[in-house]
């Protein structure tokens, strides 16, 4: 098991960061739906990362030529695609097995997709159920709840589906569904997910609208869509865990260059900045998705808050906010997110259980927690597989010496984020 300690720094940082990884959401994207196109797409700053080359990887056994030039990458698309003779592995990556459940329900051939022990273990039910609904045929462990997952395309019926969770993945699969119904289709969800999907795929040529009584329309593909031209923005999420390393740090300032700064992925940073920390936005572009920098600056300490509303929007940010909430005055209290509790690990147990470690007052409810700010101690924390419970713990070092345990998970994301992390204080 491989543990790494990050020592506490009493130094301020101020620096410009362009090294923040490509965005990860983005990138498995940029894999998938250039196969709905029959002309090469252009993608640069692709996430070289584990679980997003797992969904290139998956691209190339469906018959798609891909061409890599460190980040910049071409895929031509098959012409139909093709039935792989092995399994498709997505490696770690929940956002892989599930969009790829809800694509390949609609094209001819069979496929296997499984995953690391980690993803194995994680529900599937929540898309697999409705892709059976609107006719895919798809089976695997207990009924379809957990992987290898075994999908038989063909034909698929439009539908009117209202999602019981406010989820992007459950979204993107029953759009991409949807792509291949022969009428239009309808999807809803009670609160507004994160919506990657259906920018790109409209910036590709695809018909997807959010209509006034709250329904996204889902027009049917009548023929391939344009290829991607695209340049990865900086990960939002990724780059979170230095804005709360700036925003505990007195006297510290960073920048994050280029980053999606898309109202779905930028709550998180709301919420930093209602907790006291001063937040800019800049942006500079907006084709695909707005892009521009993002400026924080430590502005003394931080308050608690409560967060209850647009959880689908910061979900991915929690254990990194949970940090600041840890060292924060006052108590911090999280509800409405008990999609946490279905993540690389069940993130409720697994923050709550390394901010005990550091002597941190928490109460645990099934949809969210209780954080009591105070001083972080020294401890030893387990990560249990999730990278992004370790990169929050490796923040969290920087107020207070950490040794956390299982860290390789770190590279299913974010490769470099020791090597920027070492420019603020010392990891070993």
Not at 43 to 70: C, M, P, R, W, Y
Not at 253 to 275: G, H, Q, W
Not at 302 to 329: C, H, Q, Y
Request: glycine fraction near 8%.
């Amino acid at each position: 098991m491989r543990i790494v300690k990050v020592f506490k720094s009493s130094k301020a940082f101020n620096f410009e960061c362009d090294s923040i990884a490509p965005d990860k959401s983005i990138s498995h994207r940029c894999a998938m739906f250039s196969l709905l196109s029959d002309k090469t797409s252009t993608i640069d700053n692709f996430l070289l990362a584990e679980d997003t080359l797992a969904s290139l990887s998956i691209a190339k056994q469906l018959g798609a030529k891909v061409k890599i030039d460190k980040s910049h990458i071409e895929i031509n698309p098959p012409k139909e695609l093709i039935e792989p003779n092995n399994i498709l592995d997505c490696g770690n990556a929940g956002t892989g097995m599930r969009l790829y459940s809800g694509l390949l329900a609609g094209f001819d051939g069979l496929f296997i997709l499984t995953g690391d022990k980690y993803l194995r273990e994680r529900p599937m039910g929540r898309v697999i159920k409705p892709l059976r609904d609107i006719g895919a045929r798809i089976d695997g462990r207990e009924d379809g709840q957990l992987a290898p997952i075994v999908i038989r395309g063909g034909k698929l019926k439009p539908f009117r589906y209202k999602s019981l969770v406010a989820s992007a993945q459950v979204k993107s699969a029953l759009i991409l569904a949807g792509l291949k119904a022969y009428s239009k289709s309808y999807y809803r969800e009670d609160r507004l997910s994160r919506d990657h999907t259906e920018r790109m795929l409209n910036g590709m040529g695809a018909n997807i609208n959010l209509l006034d009584n709250g329904w996204l329309e889902i027009k049917p593909l009548k023929k391939p869509l344009n290829p991607l031209n695209i340049r990865v923005p900086a990960d939002p999420s990724s780059g979170f865990f230095f804005a709360v390393a700036s925003a505990i740090t007195p006297n510290s300032s960073i920048i994050l260059k280029d980053v999606t700064l898309n109202p779905t992925r930028v709550e998180a940073y709301r919420v930093l900045k209602e907790m006291g920390a001063d937040i800019e936005f800049i942006e500079k572009e907006n084709l695909y998705e707005p892009i521009g920098d993002i400026s924080i600056r430590y502005n003394g300490e931080l308050k608690g808050v409560t967060v209850s509303r647009n959880i689908a929007w910061l979900i991915d940010e929690l254990p990194a906010l949970a940090i600041a909430m840890a060292v924060a005055k006052g108590e911090s209290i999280v509800k409405n997110a008990k999609e946490l509790r279905v993540k690389e690990s069940d993130r409720i147990s697994s923050v709550l259980d390394g901010l005990n470690r550091c002597g941190i007052k928490t109460i645990e409810r099934d949809d969210g927690y209780d954080i009591i700010g105070g001083e972080l101690k020294s401890a030893r924390v387990n990560s249990y597989g999730d990278h992004r419970v370790a990169m929050s713990f490796a923040i969290a070092g920087i107020k207070s010496s950490m040794e956390i345990e299982d860290v390789a998970c770190i590279d299913t994301s974010f490769p470099n984020f020791f090597e920027i992390l070492s420019e603020i204080t010392e990891v070993k």
